[in-house]
């Protein structure tokens, strides 16, 4: 008797046990995976749940641990867990059958009860005989999480989804024929011309004059895009010479361009190209007297080379008998277009580019040429717009404009200096025995810098002159004569003399200070190394001019090498010869400029007038 009250005491006990455990064990759920917010939710909630659950009875769970995995491995055999997989996996079939259906898809936990486990307890205590417990059945569900698929099949599917496009290339760009021994007659240009370009020692074309040549000879407007020196105003001269000696006219064409100088420079090439036939050309620049450049207009000229700003003068001032050829122009070239068309507020041609183009033909009677070295967004719109009626649409050719911007024959460098002793090193590197031969242009970001360079250098004993907007124009046409005649060896200069001008003598260019802009570098160090000639490129950076250094290599698509020279320390020399001698020459410098002195101590005539009283 005591023994059948110790069973049952010990079958109660199990019940217990096996009551806490069920109670610890989640409960049914439903997720209809159509909400995938809320099963996120429901799922979290119930591992909450569990969680307390098994803190709750971890103290009870620790003392009838041994006992209670007694009790429930007791009465399983082999078979009987064969059925049970058997079960369950027919009732994963028949789930995943199920899935097929347009009812929304829903994932169901399942565990047997209580009252199950109750009655399967009873039936045990009834027949003396232990019964395997009823295990939960899980069953099978799709995961939201997609199973990883073979890489070929991905990329079959990658491919299939979006299949390689061909890239059209824009019909208005011309292909510039790559043979080498292609002459200027094979691109129809009259004889007379290409004995005028011989005798020019322009024996063969250059890319962007094959490409551009015979497509204006056809007629059509033009964007010209090509690096520096390449020879971009011969492209636009000689179909419009050539044209115009077929039906010489009035006023037959209008070229702007952003320099005085580089005007001055495309009506000398211009007049020598136009041997032997009679050329009336007339300059309108700034700085010379505008009643005498009112009078040659009113003389009705083939050829006007100007800039912006002073024939927008004569447009707004001038009578209508002065600028009443302008409305018969055949050709309007826009040289260096992407500074003449740069809005970039103070500083801007635009606006007197716009006046200047209100008193020419419209677009329809007329061909306009641009030509740049860089291909600015404002030059690209252009070529983007509608195709005028009845005109062949505007042709772009571009050579070397991007990654090619810099001539192969270049050599970029850069040297580091103190920002308080570049004058000290400036001088040195002037000196160096590779250097004390070479003609060179200094840049400038500034008048004044450049006015003080030339005071310093011409006290230093170089042969110096200058460049710069504060100059009068008769100045800086004396001044540049000099430097073209070898009569100076250094020109200091602004940016003025970036763009355009062709000095072949030209070895070495130095920025004195960097360009914020990096399509300005490439105008400066393009007035070397030009028509196939070597050149040197020599930057000075300080401290703070990291960051524009970088730009401008990733603009140009080329590193600067490190500046060196053998033989040659350039730190030592500063130190050991040019501290003194420059600090004493840059104190008189300065007392010049303060004075106003002119460049070599000189005082004007009227001081010294007073000074002898």
Not at 270 to 289: E, F, N, W, Y
Not at 462 to 478: M, N
Not at 514 to 530: E, K, L, M, W
Request: glycine share 6%; with cysteine.
């Amino acid at each position: 008797m005591p023994s059948a009250t110790a069973a049952k005491a010990k079958k109660a006990n199990a019940n217990a046990n096996l009551k806490s455990k069920i109670n610890k064990a989640p409960a049914v759920t439903e997720i209809d995976e159509q909400s995938g917010d809320s099963e996120e939710e429901s799922d979290f909630g119930t591992e909450l749940d569990v969680e307390d659950d098994e803190s709750a009875g971890s103290d009870e769970e620790d003392e009838d641990e041994d006992e209670d995995e007694h009790d429930l491995e007791e009465g399983v055999s082999d078979e009987e867990e064969d059925e049970e997989n058997q079960s369950a996996r027919s009732g994963s079939d028949s789930d995943s059958d199920s899935l097929d259906s347009d009812a929304p898809r829903k994932r169901r936990r399942t565990s047997p009860t209580i009252d199950d486990i109750v009655a399967q307890l009873e039936d045990e205590e009834e027949d003396g005989t232990p019964v395997a417990p009823v295990k939960p059945v899980f069953n099978n569900v799709p995961s939201r999480i997609k199973k990883k698929q073979p890489e070929a099949s991905k990329t079959e599917k990658t491919e299939e989804a979006t299949p390689a496009l061909p890239v059209p290339e824009p019909a208005s760009t011309v292909s510039v024929p790559i043979d080498a021994n292609t002459t200027f007659d094979a691109l129809n240009v009259r004889p007379w011309l290409v004995q005028s370009l011989a005798n020019m020692a322009i024996k063969r074309p250059t890319g962007i004059q094959k490409g551009c040549i015979p497509e204006i000879l056809k007629g059509r407007d033009c964007i010209g895009g090509s690096r520096t020196g390449s020879g971009k105003t011969v492209a636009f001269a000689v179909p419009i010479l050539q044209q115009w000696a077929a039906n010489p006219s009035a006023i037959f064409g209008v070229i702007l361009t952003p320099t005085r100088e580089l005007a001055l420079q495309i009506m000398e090439q211009v007049i020598a190209l136009s041997q032997p036939h009679v050329l009336k050309a007339v300059l309108i620049t700034g700085g010379a007297d505008m009643r005498k450049q009112a009078i040659d207009l009113a003389k009705r000229p083939h050829l006007v080379i100007a800039t912006p700003g002073r024939l927008a003068d004569h447009i707004r001032t001038s009578g209508e008998d002065t600028i009443c050829g302008l409305r018969r122009v055949k050709f309007i070239v826009l040289d260096e277009a992407d500074r003449l068309l740069a809005n970039s507020g103070h500083g801007s041609m635009l606006p007197d580019v716009e006046e200047c183009f209100s008193v020419l033909p419209p677009p329809s009677e007329r061909q306009t040429l641009l030509f740049t070295a860089t291909m600015t967004p404002e030059v690209k719109a252009l070529s983007e717009r509608p195709p005028i009626p009845g005109r062949a649409p505007v042709f772009v050719c571009e050579v070397d404009t991007q990654r090619l911007a810099i001539p192969a024959t270049l050599r970029q460098m850069h040297l580091q200096v103190p920002v308080t002793h570049r004058e000290h090193y400036l001088h040195m590197f002037l000196l160096t025995p590779q250097n004390v031969d070479k003609s060179v242009i200094i840049f400038c970001n500034r008048t004044s810098t450049a006015d003080y360079l030339h005071h310093l250098l011409r006290l230093l004993d170089h042969r110096v002159t200058s460049l710069h907007s504060k100059l009068p124009q008769s100045q800086r046409i004396d001044n540049l004569g000099r430097f073209r005649a070898s009569a100076a060896r250094i020109l200091v200069a602004t940016d003025v003399a970036a763009r355009g001008l062709d000095i072949p003598e030209v070895k070495i260019v130095i920025n004195y200070d960097i360009p914020r802009d990096p399509d300005d570098y490439i105008h400066r160090v393009g007035r070397t190394a030009r028509a196939g000639r070597k050149g040197d490129a020599v930057t000075f950076v300080g401290q703070r001019d990291v960051d524009l250094v970088l730009a401008i290599e990733q603009r140009v698509g080329r590193q600067m090498e490190a500046w060196t020279e053998e033989g040659v320390n350039l730190e030592t020399r500063v130190i050991r010869d040019a501290l003194k001698v420059v600090g004493e020459k840059k104190r008189e410098a300065l007392l010049e400029i303060e004075e106003q002195k002119e460049v070599g101590g000189k005082r004007k005539r009227g001081k010294e007038k007073l000074r002898a009283m």
